[in-house]
């Protein structure tokens, strides 16, 4: 079943035809309406969970005299019945956004943009029981309200795994063994405990009563916390246990806590680099990493049938136990002292990726490279295997090897395709319905049918179960997206922002979205260190930026090391799908960026502000790629390594190509005048043209 024969029926039955033209119904407007709501509260985080707001506060509020009174805010039927107007005539807010200036946004505008923050506005300022309010507030905030509560009564109850079951304690990990007739669970946690029983040290002269009582004077400032095993089906049917502490319950210690992990565009940099220097690259896993650190924090706790002769014991945690809240900065502070002491110094502009001179046997000098991910350490030079028998020296690699990377963030290193385990994934939750993942021929060559618009989709909405596997697949997406599958990116993009409050055809189209990486599972992303052609006609060479911008030029990064080996160009190609939602008419940026002919980051993402022209979505798209260009070549010139030239900018919107490539042209659209300004700059100063 396509997804137009899907929705059509659903669209159709909630329209009604009045003098030739289409009219939606009731229903069908606050389904809608709902939909936008999803949107705008999954827009105001990013992907990690922080609060990302488009404006930063409403001020004030007027109207006019276009604006229905309150005594006139209802229609009365014949029957007597009083329904509230559907009217925002007369009503402008005043709104601050983020760059500290204000406007006077309509009232009709606002909802369709931000409906929950002018909501609340609307009830702490008690003009909610005017008309231009009154029809929607009530609704807009129930709708919010009935989202989250779905949200926080999720729990992902994993039960079984590849037909397994899972144990949830210990006591039953044994039962399931004594039934099962085997001793794989027991296996596990043996294994696993051996290798953590360094991180906890029992306590003999007191009970776990005798310490809550206060009755250990050398435990005081000790908490108590419980600890316990997860357990987990490997691929190849192996079963695992990890031994892990509730941090949760522990007051949070007065160090920093936060460990970062190398970002993606370090890691297919460092892979392009390798290329473009004839650098060798190896990889190893150092094994129970944060069990090498130190605990940070005084913690206790009582010892359980897993803990062997110990059980019923007080147990003090001595190493950074996966789960407590310093663990992970503990391990990565550890681990760069270690790396400092064999020479090795942070980029500062990913501090997960180090570097470190080095010398060719031909005499040629260039910079090593190396990059952490937790655990998971990947170096790029002329001979890696020095510093892997160095890094192994100090701690236990996993099963004592190290070598070339087969893979590396899940990915393989030669091609990345989407694991087939991912594909399986959702064949398993299809067939919980009876269903199967759709096969043969299909209407439409990409990802979704080109009409398919989620935003006027009025199916009904899904229930709590079905809202959490829509955010499992969803991640599965964007996994497969940071692995390289990028044909997908705009249609997961676009499918994400209904992840708050999802819909039966938005699931349908996730499953058609996986039907297609089905039908096209191999796609390579290839790290080509050769240099594509460019026209340079095609670029304002003899632009004099003199009088308009001064003197300006690029500003080099702090401690900047000196570039060495050999240089990389910048390509970056911008556009924008202006008005792409037709409900609340906003754009979609999407932007790629290569360096040399290797694809280093791609972007698809919603705009915050509703542009009323092609020009306006285009150079809102123009503005955020000068700020990823600045971001990229910041970051290659404290990796070491040369850029040849401005990045190469290519649009396809000429009025955006002249306003800011010629110093002579003028702006027309003064609400656009910052990014006009912003990206003319970047150009004068030679980051880009």
């Known amino acids: 079943m396509v997804m137009t024969a899907y929705l059509a029926p659903a669209i159709n039955q909630n329209r009604r035809v009045v003098n030739q033209k289409e009219v939606f119904s009731l229903g069908t407007t606050d389904a809608y309406f709902a939909n936008i709501i999803a949107e705008n509260l999954y827009s105001q985080c990013d992907w990690e969970g922080r609060e990302l707001l488009s404006f930063k506060e409403i001020c004030d509020h007027r109207k006019n005299k276009r604006a ?77 309200n009935h989202i989250i509560s779905k949200a926080k009564s999720k729990y ?14 210990a006591e039953e990990a044994l ?44 435990m005081t400032g000790y908490q108590e916390i419980t600890c316990h095993l997860v357990f987990d089906v490997k691929m190849d049917f192996t079963r695992k246990a990890r031994f892990v502490a509730n941090g949760s319950t522990t007051k949070t210690p007065a160090s920093i806590t936060y460990s970062s992990v190398v970002s993606r565009d370090s890691v297919r940099l460092a892979f392009l680099i390798a290329a473009l220097n004839d650098l060798d690259i190896m990889s190893c896993d150092i094994g129970n990493a944060y069990l090498n650190a130190p605990c940070r924090e005084k913690i206790w706790f009582k010892a359980g049938i897993e803990c062997g002769k110990h059980k019923g014991k007080v147990m003090i945690i001595t190493r950074a136990l996966y789960g407590l809240k310093s663990s992970g900065a503990a391990w990565r502070a550890m681990f760069a002292e270690s790396l400092r002491k064999m020479g090795w110094q942070d980029t500062r502009v990913d501090a997960d990726v180090y570097r470190r001179r080095g010398v060719k046997p031909s005499g040629e000098n260039y910079y090593e490279l190396l990059l952490v991910y937790v655990d998971d350490c990947m170096v790029v030079s002329h ?4 510093t892997m028998k160095a890094i192994g020296e100090i701690y236990e690699l996993k099963d004592d090897k190290y070598g070339p990377p087969e893979a590396y ?73 940071e692995l390289g599958r990028v044909d997908i990116l705009t249609e997961t993009a676009i499918m994400s922002q209904y992840s708050a409050n999802p819909r039966d055809g938005h699931l349908e189209a996730l499953y058609l979205i996986f039907h297609f990486l089905s039908k096209n599972p191999m796609k390579r992303l290839v790290f080509d260190p050769k240099v594509p052609e460019c026209d340079e006609n095609a670029f304002q060479l003899n632009a004099d930026w003199t009088e308009f911008h001064g003197d300006v030029s690029e500003e080099d990064p702090p401690d900047m090391p000196e570039p060495l080996g050999n240089p990389v160009h910048i390509n970056v190609f911008v556009d924008a799908d202006h008005a792409g939602n037709v409900v609340t008419r906003r754009s979609h940026s999407g932007i790629f960026i290569f360096v040399n002919n290797a694809m280093i980051k791609a972007f698809s993402k919603k705009q915050n502000t509703v542009e009323s022209s092609t020009y306006g979505s285009e150079m809102v798209t123009m503005r955020i790629s000068r700020d990823f260009i600045v971001e990229m070549r910041i970051k290659l010139k404290m990796f070491g390594c040369p850029i040849a030239g401005a990045a190469n900018v290519y649009c396809d919107n000429r009025g955006v190509v002249t306003n800011t490539s010629v110093p002579e042209s003028t702006l027309s659209k003064k609400h656009n005048s910052i990014n006009h300004h912003v990206i003319r700059e970047a150009v004068a100063a030679g980051i880009m043209r």
Not at 189 to 215: C, D, F, L, N, W
Not at 438 to 462: A, N
């Open 68 to 144: 229905i009174s309150i005594e006139n805010g209802y229609d009365i039927s014949k029957n007597g019945n009083r329904t509230p107007k559907r009217t925002t005539v007369g009503w402008e807010l005043l709104v601050e956004w983020r760059d500290g200036s204000t406007d006077w946004v309509a009232l009709k505008d606002l909802k369709d943009t931000n409906p929950i923050e002018l909501a609340e506005y609307a009830v702490a300022n008690k003009i909610a029981e005017e008309p231009a309010f009154k029809w929607w507030v009530s609704f807009c905030l129930q709708k919010r």
């Open 156 to 169: 992902w109850r994993t039960t079984h795994k590849y037909g397994i079951k899972v144990p949830k304690t």
């Open 175 to 218: 039962r399931l063994d004594k039934i099962n007739g085997n001793d794989y669970w027991e296996k596990s946690i043996k294994k696993e405990m051996s290798k953590v029983r360094v991180a906890y040290k029992p306590h003999e002269e007191h009970t776990p009563e005798e310490v809550r009582q206060g009755k250990a004077p050398e």
């Open 409 to 481: 963030l899940g990915a393989v290193v030669e091609k990345f395709n989407l694991p087939d385990e991912a594909v399986e994934t959702v064949k398993a939750l299809l067939a919980e319905d009876g269903r199967e993942l759709k096969s043969g021929k299909r209407t439409h060559k990409g990802p979704l049918p080109p009409g398919y618009k989620p935003e006027l989709d009025i199916t009904p909405e899904l229930d709590a179960d079905k809202v959490q596997r829509y955010q499992q697949l969803i991640g599965i997406l964007r996994w497969a997206i």
């Open 383 to 386: 001979d890696p295997g020095h």
